[in-house]
């Protein structure tokens, strides 16, 4: 075979240049086109020895991970797919400053791995060029070695290594095959003295690559000859305008179903195992108020984190093993033509699923998005949607509005969902018309191959996103548990006279009838425990800023339920249930007692605190109002910034406050009491 | 850009077509890409994903989206984006 005029042998190969001072471990950036498996590669190579981290300043997330090579520690970044590193898009840029020393932070890779999709080489050399222009030394590890060679396609890496300058390894990143050859070659890393063409120069670079592949393939690359029929026949039933919203419909519905359905006997235990926990605290710490901060402040906050974890796992699990099969991608177009006339893409979609579970693991999904238009106003939408927090609340409303009444029950619960996700589009569609106005990124995907999922990544993925929820929530809500617990805690007022007298009433019958007494005792520690709420910190402020939810029909009472709730919506009833009058067996929200308690709780006068106008009222202002810290503080994280979380916040409550108070008027005008 | 351009870069034995829209071809059809009318960025990033000035495909689904087939790569191209790129084709249109 003779040169083809495009290529020429490497002049000399640099070897790697190790740093002078030999302190930190050599990086490595995996690179590569998306879908090339570069995280299938990383999670190989550094298993649970990983930490996820966004990328200064921007959206976009990077795994940096260790593992052993030939003996010696590395560290391995995995960095996101891109098709050049010159798009003007985030991701783009977060590869192209890995490979440069501009700033300190972050520090620039040693070496590039690119990872190269041995089944499209053509396109993928394209990309190699890029990166070896960069004068990093590199290695191509060839991947998904197995499907070329089932395709009957044979790769010759000496050949290939020489024409690119730099050694060639070939791997299957999904079985492991090679992946020990890779790291026996990363010391070999080198940069390429080859003559490449300049990446702004397409038309040599198709050329040039084209050329490699016709030097170094045997076999034939399936160009545009007999179609894969079946991967056809499947893309023509999943984008079908009809068949495809279906079908669509379909796997939704069946995956909530099952992270719905499997999660709840985690959860199950996890409020058992907590509940037995502070069971332990109260009985092995003495009285006071270190017991009272370890058995209703942490154990309690921790609890009310880590009951989330079985559905987040869940689903990522589940949306992951979907990602891998191919599927999600062609759905993306289904939901496009819909999402569009939100001003949404596609992509949107996705995100604003996972919200119904969860605004957190929504809004980290959003980083899926291409565009940042598209993915702020996606970000700021999706706690519109209705999580699993706010389910409790909706079971106690919904109960009080229509307890025996199961079929309107159903449709106020379909409604508040419905509601929610209207109210979020709609917005969206305001969004992307004022602030965030602007085109959008035209709808191009390339659409993988159908394949079996892997469960390793999906199991991998699940640890890590269960680690960064753990983190960034977990901190911060036990935090905010912490602080409830101390606001609705101090300070410790002394038991008013009627508490006195119903306890020493309890005493005198103590002896004669000890059934009584044990009542009396209750119902004396309820009002004090009610007492001690109304006349905390909480309780005043409740008390302070109860005019100001006047007009929604909310005694104070339920205003501090809505206080406290703006931390955390999950811990609404368990403040409503310590506020209207606690027991003292605890706050088991799922207690159909506490349920009851709130129900008929009655305001000093006597009136109900919950009417039906003032439930309707509630429910309409928790389907919409933006009450959980732990999101806002994700939304400032992935948005880039305050003012997104401020802007989130201002809206989505101003926005509840307004249609409770319609929804409130509205029905007392009705003649609802 | 100009027809000389495009026959540059045309192996001979490919007849050289009239140019259409890509959204106008059925499925089978395989053409050679002309003309991209689109925004620069728009054209980089179809670039960088394989659909790069003349290179050849295969239209797999036509309608939203339009489906092609560049070598191995799978694209899925938005039919408002499919409009504006206009192609010669090779063959399989009836
Ligand atoms: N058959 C086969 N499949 C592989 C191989 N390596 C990765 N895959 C699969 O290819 C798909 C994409 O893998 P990822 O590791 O997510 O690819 P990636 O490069 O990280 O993708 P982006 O992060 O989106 O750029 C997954 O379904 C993997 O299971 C391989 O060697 N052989
Ligand atoms: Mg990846």
């Known amino acids: 075979m003779t040169a083809h005029p495009a290529l020429t042998e490497p002049s000399d190969q640099k070897a790697i240049v190790t740093k002078s001072k030999g302190e930190p471990l050599k990086r490595y950036a995996l690179l590569g086109n998306p879908n090339t498996g570069k995280t299938t590669l990383f999670n190989r190579l550094c298993g649970l020895r990983a930490q996820t981290a966004n990328f200064p300043g921007t959206t976009v997330e990077t795994r940096i991970g260790k593992c052993n090579a030939q003996g010696s520690a590395i560290e391995v970044v995995d960095l996101p797919g891109v098709y050049s590193l010159y798009l003007d898009l985030p991701e783009s840029q977060v590869c192209e400053q890995f490979l440069h020393d501009e700033e300190d932070e972050p520090r620039r890779a040693d070496a590039a791995v690119i990872v190269v999709d041995a089944t499209n080489l053509a396109r993928n050399l394209i990309f190699v060029a890029q990166v070896l222009t960069q004068g990093i030394p590199a290695v191509v590890a060839l991947n998904m070695t197995d499907i070329a060679q089932r395709r009957g396609l044979t790769i010759d890496c000496s050949k290939l290594s020489r024409l690119l300058g730099c050694p060639v390894v070939s791997i299957c990143a999904r079985s492991g095959d090679g992946v020990k050859d890779l790291l026996a070659e990363l010391p070999n890393a080198s940069v390429s003295g080859v003559g490449i063409p300049d990446s702004s120069d397409s038309h040599a670079c198709v050329t040039w690559a084209d050329a490699i592949v016709e030097h170094s393939v045997g076999g034939e690359f399936a160009i545009g000859e007999e179609g894969d029929t079946f991967t056809d026949r499947l893309d023509a039933a999943f984008t079908h305008p009809v068949l495809g919203v279906l079908i669509f419909a379909a796997v939704m519905f069946g995956l909530f179903v099952v992270i719905f359905w499997l999660a709840q006997f985690p959860m199950d235990f996890i409020n058992w195992l907590f509940g037995t926990l502070g069971g332990i605290a109260t009985t092995i710490l003495p009285d006071g108020a270190v017991q009272d901060l370890v058995a209703n402040g942490i154990v309690g906050g921790i609890a009310g984190t880590v009951v989330f974890l079985p559905q987040i796992c869940l689903l990522f699990f589940l949306l992951t093993l979907l990602e891998d099969t191919g599927y999600l991608a062609r759905a993306a177009f289904v939901m496009d033509s819909l999402l569009r006339r939100f001003g949404l893409p596609g992509h949107s979609f996705v995100p604003l699923l996972s919200a119904h579970a969860c605004a957190i693991p929504a809004i980290m999904a959003a980083k899926l998005i291409p565009d940042r238009r598209d993915r702020i106003a996606t970000i700021l939408v999706a706690p519109f949607m209705s999580c699993s927090a706010r389910l409790p609340v909706y079971v106690l409303l919904i109960g009080i509005l229509f307890g025996h009444q199961p079929i309107y029950a159903g449709l106020a619960f379909a409604g508040c969902y419905a509601l929610g996700a209207i109210t979020g589009l709609l917005t969206a569609l305001i969004a992307r018309k004022s602030i965030l106005k602007g085109p959008s990124l035209p709808m191009v995907l390339e659409l993988p191959s159908y394949k079996m999922p892997s469960i390793r990544t999906a199991l991998l993925t699940t640890y890590d996103r269960a680690k960064i929820f753990l983190r960034k929530a977990g901190t911060i809500i036990l935090a905010i548990c912490v602080v409830l617990w101390w606001l609705g805690t101090y300070p410790i007022s002394d038991p008013p006279p009627e508490v006195v007298q119903l306890q020493a009433q309890s005493q005198a019958v103590e002896e004669s009838d000890p059934e009584l007494s044990k009542e009396l005792l209750t119902n004396a520690n309820r009002l004090y425990a009610s007492y001690s709420a109304e006349h905390s910190f909480l309780g005043r402020l409740g008390r302070f800023t109860q005019p100001v939810f006047e007009p929604l029909g909310y005694d104070w009472q339920l205003t501090i339920g809505v206080l406290s709730s703006f931390a955390a919506r999950e811990v609404f009833v368990s403040t409503m249930a310590v506020v209207v009058s606690a027991s003292d067996s605890g706050d088991d929200a799922d207690d159909p007692a506490v349920i009851e308690r709130i129900r008929n709780a009655k305001r000093s006068d006597g009136s109900p605190v919950l009417t039906p106008a003032t439930s309707a009222s509630l429910l309409i202002f928790y389907v919409l109002a933006m009450q959980c810290l732990p999101t806002l503080a994700i939304t400032r994280r992935e948005a880039g910034g305050w003012k997104w979380a401020a802007l989130q916040f201002g809206y989505m409550s101003a926005l509840a406050y307004v249609a409770a108070l319609i929804m409130y008027v509205s029905m007392r005008a009705l003649g609802v009491a | ?94």
């Open chain 2, 1 to 94: 850009m100009s027809a000389n351009a495009v026959n540059a870069h045309t192996p001979a034995k490919s007849p050289q077509g009239p140019m259409v829209s890509l959204a106008q071809l059925s499925s089978g059809a395989r053409c050679r890409i002309a003309v991209m009318q689109l925004q620069p960025a728009d054209t980089r990033l179809l670039n960088a994903m394989g659909l790069t000035d003349h290179c050849e495909l295969c239209v797999c689904r036509p309608g939203e989206p339009c489906i092609v087939r560049i070598n191995c790569t799978r694209l899925g191209i938005a039919g408002s984006l499919a409009r504006k790129i206009l192609v010669h084709l090779i063959d399989g249109q009836d």
